[in-house]
């Protein structure tokens, strides 16, 4: 018979909404709920490697599949996910505005995130999760029970999901003018006006030199004899 202290409870009641596979974020084009759906599939992984430990009495086996380091590694893995879709899905809503409006894509260069913008809302997302670092910290003291601890982690992970959402709105939001920028650019129209006046000019001065009011360069006489030699009235 297994012994209470080493069986333990479930954790999805306590995970909160981050088991929600209807919940969905406002812009799925960053992808955020598989981030958070990999991040709840890689702990109920874990979840049932400790129950497997125990099964077999191995309890310092369930401690370490489930330890504070372990519990930092899936939120930190998470955060670089988040990072990378967040960062690839503003390079994307870039990428669609200056295809629709035909921004020069050597101008559109300067407005993606660069690799500084990535290194800071890494930093960011990954800062989300201090609440988790703090209830670890105290959780896994060892003035609690282990599964104590398990669980308050987890509330703690949903509290910080909550937090790195956030993070993705206020940098998404970063980027609106950018996009905006692009998305109202037109092409200017001046080279336009200047090739069309050059070539208006042009053609005033061949018409005069055709018509004998300017010298007539020697390169012209072939169009000087064909024009003139057209049926006039």
């Known amino acids: 018979m297994i012994r209470p202290e080493l069986v333990l409870p479930e954790v999805g009641p306590y995970l909160g909404r981050l088991t929600d596979a209807t919940r969905r974020f406002e812009d799925p084009a960053v992808g955020l709920d598989q981030v958070r759906l990999d991040l709840v599939s890689d702990l109920f992984e874990r979840l049932a ?5 125990l099964l077999t009495g191995d309890h310092e086996g ?4 489930l330890d504070r380091a372990s519990w930092l590694v899936l939120w930190r893995s998470a955060a670089t996910r988040a990072t990378e879709r967040t960062t690839a899905a503003i390079a994307a809503r870039l990428e669609r505005a200056a295809t629709q409006s035909r921004f020069p894509r050597r101008r559109l260069g300067g407005l993606l995130p660069t690799a500084e913008d990535r290194e800071v ?11 988790l ?25 949903e509290d910080c999901w909550e937090a790195l959402e956030e993070e ?23 080279p336009w ?19 004998g009011f300017l010298p007539r360069p020697r390169w012209l006489e072939g169009l000087d004899d064909w024009f003139w030699s057209l049926p006039w009235p």
């Open 193 to 211: 006006f200047v090739a069309l006046g050059a070539l208006l000019l042009a053609a005033t001065w061949v018409g005069l030199a055709l018509g």
């Open 168 to 190: 993705v709105r206020r940098e998404l939001a970063s980027f609106d003018g950018a996009v905006a920028k692009v998305e109202r650019w037109r092409p200017s129209l001046w």
């Open 49 to 53: 490697a400790a129950r497997g430990f």
């Open 133 to 157: 670092e703090e209830r670890l910290a105290r959780a896994f003291r060892g003035t609690e029970s282990w599964w104590d601890g398990v669980r308050q982690a987890a509330v703690a992970l």
């Open 62 to 65: 369930a401690r370490s599949t």
């Open 121 to 131: 809302l890494a930093a960011k997302l990954d800062a989300a999760g201090i609440a």
